[in-house]
């Protein structure tokens, strides 16, 4: 059973950092990409960060570009999301996910996402 356990959210204020981990286990970690999201209330769900099967690939939303890093480690099957200068706006619940890996296809949409975790709340205050 595969399952995604997300970590590391909490109250910041703005201007500042959080790292959030999310722990992969029932699933060959190196077959799959690994993407953070995020859902403020009233908005969609959208990607933040995305991070190919090797390591080697990443995208950025103009959101979030130069604030925000994605990074896994292979040993540790975890996918982390560095969020530096964090902004009121970034207020969201985040979400790690999980898509098999086809060749050098690398989705940012969420539906083609298979595997979810529950999520970890990141409040900013101004």
């Known amino acids: 059973q595969v399952q995604l356990v997300e970590s590391g959210g909490g109250l910041v204020q703005a201007g500042g950092s959080l790292r959030l981990s999310c722990a992969a286990s029932?699933?060959?970690?190196?077959?799959?990409?690994m993407a953070w999201f995020r859902q403020a209330p009233g908005k969609e769900r959208t990607y933040v960060g995305v991070?190919?099967?090797?390591?080697?690939?990443?995208f950025y939303p103009d959101s979030v570009k130069g604030r925000f890093t994605i990074s896994r480690d292979m040993d540790k099957n975890t996918v982390y999301l560095q969020m530096n200068s964090l902004k009121p706006e970034d207020t969201a619940v985040y979400y790690c996910a999980a898509h098999a890996a086809r060749g050098a296809y690398i989705s940012s949409t969420r539906s083609e996402y298979d595997h979810w975790g529950r999520g970890t709340q990141v409040t900013v205050s101004s």
């Open positions: 991070i190919s099967w090797s390591g080697r690939s990443t």
């Open positions: 029932g699933l060959t970690f190196t077959n799959y990409n």
